[in-house]
Protein backbone atom coordinates (compact mmCIF):
# COMPACT_ATOMS: atom_id res chain seq x y z
CA UNK A 1 0.00 0.00 0.00
CA UNK A 2 1.66 3.36 -0.83
CA UNK A 3 0.93 6.44 1.65
CA UNK A 4 1.87 9.85 1.26
CA UNK A 5 3.88 12.08 3.47
CA UNK A 6 1.55 14.14 4.74
CA UNK A 7 -0.67 11.10 5.90
CA UNK A 8 2.19 9.31 7.23
CA UNK A 9 3.04 12.33 9.24
CA UNK A 10 -0.34 13.01 10.60
CA UNK A 11 -0.28 9.91 12.43
CA UNK A 12 2.98 10.12 13.33
CA UNK A 13 2.21 13.34 15.09
CA UNK A 14 -0.95 12.39 16.87
CA UNK A 15 1.02 9.19 18.62
CA UNK A 16 3.62 11.38 20.05
CA UNK A 17 1.17 13.97 20.90
CA UNK A 18 -0.80 11.39 23.11
CA UNK A 19 2.52 10.23 24.50
CA UNK A 20 3.48 13.49 25.62
CA UNK A 21 0.29 14.31 27.13
CA UNK A 22 0.80 11.05 29.88
CA UNK A 23 4.62 11.94 30.04
CA UNK A 24 3.56 15.29 31.05
CA UNK A 25 0.64 13.94 33.37
CA UNK A 26 2.63 11.23 34.81
CA UNK A 27 5.86 14.48 35.49
CA UNK A 28 3.36 16.25 37.42
CA UNK A 29 1.94 13.11 39.47
CA UNK A 30 5.43 11.85 40.51
CA UNK A 31 7.15 15.93 41.42
CA UNK A 32 4.21 17.03 43.87
CA UNK A 33 5.59 20.41 45.56
CA UNK A 34 5.92 18.54 48.93
CA UNK A 35 7.01 20.05 51.93
CA UNK A 36 10.72 18.20 53.42
CA UNK A 37 9.14 17.20 56.23
CA UNK A 38 6.57 15.19 54.56
CA UNK A 39 8.85 14.31 52.05
CA UNK A 40 11.43 12.53 54.69
CA UNK A 41 8.24 11.43 56.48
CA UNK A 42 7.32 9.27 53.89
CA UNK A 43 10.44 8.43 52.66
CA UNK A 44 11.45 6.73 56.17
CA UNK A 45 7.90 5.31 56.31
CA UNK A 46 8.17 3.13 53.16
CA UNK A 47 10.01 0.26 53.10
CA UNK A 48 13.64 0.06 51.37
CA UNK A 49 12.52 -3.37 49.87
CA UNK A 50 9.79 -1.65 47.56
CA UNK A 51 10.44 -0.71 44.16
CA UNK A 52 7.93 0.74 41.69
CA UNK A 53 9.05 -2.03 38.46
CA UNK A 54 7.23 -4.06 36.70
CA UNK A 55 3.81 -5.10 37.68
CA UNK A 56 4.02 -3.05 40.59
CA UNK A 57 4.76 -0.13 38.47
CA UNK A 58 1.54 -0.47 36.67
CA UNK A 59 -0.77 -1.48 39.76
CA UNK A 60 1.12 0.94 42.56
CA UNK A 61 1.75 4.22 40.03
CA UNK A 62 -1.52 5.26 38.52
CA UNK A 63 0.09 8.53 37.10
CA UNK A 64 2.21 5.57 34.94
CA UNK A 65 -0.76 3.58 34.07
CA UNK A 66 -2.33 6.58 33.22
CA UNK A 67 0.06 7.50 30.63
CA UNK A 68 0.97 3.29 29.48
CA UNK A 69 -3.08 3.61 29.12
CA UNK A 70 -2.57 6.89 26.75
CA UNK A 71 -0.18 5.17 24.74
CA UNK A 72 -2.09 1.98 23.73
CA UNK A 73 -4.61 4.50 22.80
CA UNK A 74 -2.61 6.43 20.54
CA UNK A 75 -0.89 3.42 19.00
CA UNK A 76 -4.38 2.01 18.43
CA UNK A 77 -5.81 5.24 17.13
CA UNK A 78 -2.58 5.20 14.41
CA UNK A 79 -3.38 2.18 13.69
CA UNK A 80 -7.56 2.55 13.08
CA UNK A 81 -6.26 5.71 11.41
CA UNK A 82 -3.94 3.74 8.39
CA UNK A 83 -6.75 1.42 8.35
CA UNK A 84 -9.27 3.98 7.54
CA UNK A 85 -6.98 5.32 5.44
CA UNK A 86 -5.94 2.44 3.44
CA UNK A 87 -9.81 1.99 3.11
CA UNK A 88 -10.49 5.50 1.89
CA UNK A 89 -7.97 5.19 -0.34
CA UNK A 90 -9.32 1.71 -2.25
CA UNK A 91 -12.56 3.57 -2.24
CA UNK A 92 -11.14 6.69 -4.02
CA UNK A 93 -9.45 4.45 -6.78
CA UNK A 94 -12.08 1.94 -6.80
CA UNK A 95 -14.34 5.37 -7.34
CA UNK A 96 -11.59 6.72 -10.19
CA UNK A 97 -11.74 3.53 -12.17
CA UNK A 98 -15.66 3.73 -12.24
CA UNK A 99 -15.47 7.14 -13.24
CA UNK A 100 -12.77 6.38 -15.69
CA UNK A 101 -14.71 3.78 -17.35
CA UNK A 102 -17.80 5.72 -17.20
CA UNK A 103 -16.17 8.07 -19.52
CA UNK A 104 -14.86 5.78 -21.82
CA UNK A 105 -18.57 4.44 -22.38
CA UNK A 106 -19.57 8.33 -22.97
CA UNK A 107 -16.66 8.71 -25.65
CA UNK A 108 -17.76 5.48 -27.37
CA UNK A 109 -21.44 6.13 -27.18
CA UNK A 110 -20.77 9.84 -28.63
CA UNK A 111 -18.39 7.96 -31.66
CA UNK A 112 -20.94 5.41 -32.45
CA UNK A 113 -23.46 8.61 -32.45
CA UNK A 114 -21.22 10.35 -34.95
CA UNK A 115 -20.80 7.45 -37.23
CA UNK A 116 -23.92 6.90 -37.47
CA UNK A 117 -25.02 10.04 -37.99
CA UNK A 118 -22.57 10.24 -40.78
CA UNK A 119 -23.83 6.77 -42.21
CA UNK A 120 -26.87 8.54 -42.35
CA UNK A 121 -25.84 11.17 -44.01
CA UNK A 122 -24.07 9.67 -46.89
CA UNK A 123 -26.38 7.41 -47.34
CA UNK A 124 -29.41 9.98 -47.87
CA UNK A 125 -27.52 12.46 -49.40
CA UNK A 126 -27.21 13.65 -53.11
CA UNK A 127 -23.99 12.65 -55.44
CA UNK A 128 -23.75 14.62 -58.43
CA UNK A 129 -21.61 13.27 -60.96
CA UNK A 130 -21.02 15.70 -64.39
CA UNK A 131 -19.10 15.49 -67.49
CA UNK A 132 -19.34 17.20 -71.20
CA UNK A 133 -22.22 16.61 -73.64
CA UNK A 134 -23.58 18.25 -76.64
CA UNK A 135 -19.90 18.72 -78.46
CA UNK A 136 -20.81 20.79 -81.33
CA UNK A 137 -18.28 22.69 -83.88
CA UNK A 138 -19.86 25.42 -86.09
CA UNK A 139 -19.57 28.34 -87.80
CA UNK A 140 -18.91 31.31 -85.21
CA UNK A 141 -22.37 33.08 -84.99
CA UNK A 142 -20.86 37.06 -85.84
CA UNK A 143 -22.76 40.16 -87.24
CA UNK A 144 -21.81 39.65 -91.40
CA UNK A 145 -22.72 36.44 -91.23
CA UNK A 146 -26.37 37.74 -90.17
CA UNK A 147 -25.96 40.44 -92.89
CA UNK A 148 -24.70 38.09 -95.25
CA UNK A 149 -27.35 35.68 -94.46
CA UNK A 150 -25.03 32.44 -95.05
CA UNK A 151 -21.89 30.79 -94.17
CA UNK A 152 -18.61 30.77 -96.15
CA UNK A 153 -16.18 27.79 -96.17
CA UNK A 154 -13.85 30.60 -94.56
CA UNK A 155 -15.67 31.72 -92.05
CA UNK A 156 -14.34 31.12 -88.92
CA UNK A 157 -15.31 27.99 -86.61
CA UNK A 158 -15.89 28.05 -82.67
CA UNK A 159 -16.62 24.85 -80.88
CA UNK A 160 -19.47 24.86 -78.03
CA UNK A 161 -19.62 22.24 -75.18
CA UNK A 162 -22.49 21.76 -72.42
CA UNK A 163 -22.56 20.41 -69.13
CA UNK A 164 -24.56 17.05 -68.52
CA UNK A 165 -25.19 16.40 -64.65
CA UNK A 166 -26.99 13.35 -62.35
CA UNK A 167 -27.74 13.25 -59.67
CA UNK A 168 -27.29 9.52 -58.71
CA UNK A 169 -27.91 9.87 -54.54
CA UNK A 170 -31.68 9.68 -52.63
CA UNK A 171 -31.87 13.11 -52.34
CA UNK A 172 -32.11 16.20 -54.15
CA UNK A 173 -29.35 18.89 -54.44
CA UNK A 174 -28.94 22.69 -55.73
CA UNK A 175 -26.01 24.18 -58.16
CA UNK A 176 -24.44 26.90 -56.65
CA UNK A 177 -21.44 27.38 -58.84
CA UNK A 178 -20.27 26.24 -62.25
CA UNK A 179 -16.75 26.42 -63.48
CA UNK A 180 -15.12 24.97 -66.84
CA UNK A 181 -12.64 26.21 -69.12
CA UNK A 182 -11.28 24.71 -72.51
CA UNK A 183 -7.75 24.58 -73.69
CA UNK A 184 -5.24 22.67 -75.72
CA UNK A 185 -3.47 20.93 -72.89
CA UNK A 186 -4.20 18.77 -69.78
CA UNK A 187 -4.68 20.68 -65.85
CA UNK A 188 -1.01 19.73 -64.35
CA UNK A 189 0.11 18.85 -60.91
CA UNK A 190 -1.79 17.05 -57.81
CA UNK A 191 -3.60 19.73 -56.56
CA UNK A 192 -6.74 21.52 -59.06
CA UNK A 193 -6.39 24.96 -59.25
CA UNK A 194 -8.69 26.92 -61.77
CA UNK A 195 -7.34 30.40 -62.89
CA UNK A 196 -10.07 33.16 -63.01
CA UNK A 197 -9.56 33.81 -66.08
CA UNK A 198 -10.45 33.95 -68.81
CA UNK A 199 -12.85 32.21 -67.37
CA UNK A 200 -14.84 32.82 -64.29
CA UNK A 201 -17.57 30.85 -61.93
CA UNK A 202 -20.75 31.37 -62.58
CA UNK A 203 -23.10 31.70 -59.82
CA UNK A 204 -26.73 29.95 -59.51
CA UNK A 205 -29.20 28.49 -57.87
CA UNK A 206 -30.49 25.16 -60.12
CA UNK A 207 -32.06 22.16 -58.32
CA UNK A 208 -31.25 18.90 -59.12
CA UNK A 209 -34.24 16.32 -58.33
CA UNK A 210 -33.16 13.10 -56.96
CA UNK A 211 -32.49 10.05 -59.52
CA UNK A 212 -32.29 12.48 -62.69
CA UNK A 213 -29.97 14.05 -65.31
CA UNK A 214 -30.21 17.41 -66.72
CA UNK A 215 -28.34 19.51 -69.07
CA UNK A 216 -27.14 22.47 -68.09
CA UNK A 217 -28.25 24.64 -71.38
CA UNK A 218 -28.35 27.77 -69.90
CA UNK A 219 -24.46 27.50 -69.61
CA UNK A 220 -22.44 27.15 -72.94
CA UNK A 221 -18.51 26.73 -72.96
CA UNK A 222 -16.72 27.96 -76.28
CA UNK A 223 -13.62 27.88 -77.33
CA UNK A 224 -11.72 29.24 -80.69
CA UNK A 225 -10.40 26.22 -81.28
CA UNK A 226 -12.51 23.74 -83.25
CA UNK A 227 -9.86 20.40 -82.79
CA UNK A 228 -9.42 18.30 -80.22
CA UNK A 229 -8.83 20.04 -77.24
CA UNK A 230 -9.45 19.50 -73.03
CA UNK A 231 -12.30 20.54 -71.08
CA UNK A 232 -12.27 20.92 -67.09
CA UNK A 233 -13.58 22.19 -64.74
CA UNK A 234 -16.66 21.64 -61.50
CA UNK A 235 -19.68 22.03 -60.08
CA UNK A 236 -20.60 23.21 -56.23
CA UNK A 237 -23.38 22.14 -54.86
CA UNK A 238 -25.64 21.82 -51.46
CA UNK A 239 -27.44 18.96 -50.06
CA UNK A 240 -30.24 18.52 -48.03
CA UNK A 241 -28.19 18.36 -45.31
CA UNK A 242 -26.75 21.50 -46.26
CA UNK A 243 -23.43 20.43 -46.99
CA UNK A 244 -21.07 22.26 -49.67
CA UNK A 245 -19.62 19.80 -51.91
CA UNK A 246 -17.74 19.46 -55.35
CA UNK A 247 -17.87 17.79 -58.23
CA UNK A 248 -14.90 17.93 -60.89
CA UNK A 249 -14.48 17.06 -64.23
CA UNK A 250 -11.88 16.80 -67.01
CA UNK A 251 -12.19 15.80 -70.73
CA UNK A 252 -10.44 15.11 -73.66
CA UNK A 253 -12.87 16.23 -76.59
CA UNK A 254 -12.64 15.10 -79.81
CA UNK A 255 -15.10 16.79 -81.89
CA UNK A 256 -16.88 15.54 -84.76
CA UNK A 257 -17.48 17.59 -88.43
CA UNK A 258 -19.31 20.51 -88.77
CA UNK A 259 -23.04 20.21 -87.05
CA UNK A 260 -22.17 16.92 -85.93
CA UNK A 261 -21.79 16.24 -81.82
CA UNK A 262 -17.94 15.03 -80.85
CA UNK A 263 -17.09 12.61 -78.31
CA UNK A 264 -15.12 12.75 -75.12
CA UNK A 265 -12.70 10.61 -73.08
CA UNK A 266 -11.41 11.42 -69.57
CA UNK A 267 -8.32 13.26 -69.02
CA UNK A 268 -6.36 14.52 -66.19
CA UNK A 269 -5.20 13.09 -63.05
CA UNK A 270 -7.50 11.35 -60.15
CA UNK A 271 -7.58 15.36 -58.45
CA UNK A 272 -9.11 16.41 -61.30
CA UNK A 273 -12.17 14.36 -61.57
CA UNK A 274 -12.70 13.66 -58.05
CA UNK A 275 -15.93 14.06 -55.67
CA UNK A 276 -16.79 14.89 -52.29
Known amino acids: MRFRVPEIFLGCFLTVTVFAVGMSVSRQSSDPKESPTEASKISHSKSPDVELTGSTWLTKDAAGFFTFGLVVVGVLQAALFFVQLRFMRKGMDDATMAAKAAQASAETAKEQVALTKMGIIDLERAYLAVGPTQIIVDFVRSDAVRVRGF??????????????????????????KIYGILTDSPPLGDVPFYPPLPQQPTITDLAVPAGTGTTLDPFEFKSD?????????????????????????????????RGKPGKYQIAGGDAWRECD
Open 225 to 257: IAGEQFFWGYIEYTDVFKNRRTSRFCAHLSPAE
Open 151 to 176: HMPTDPQELTAYLFVQNTGRTGATIK
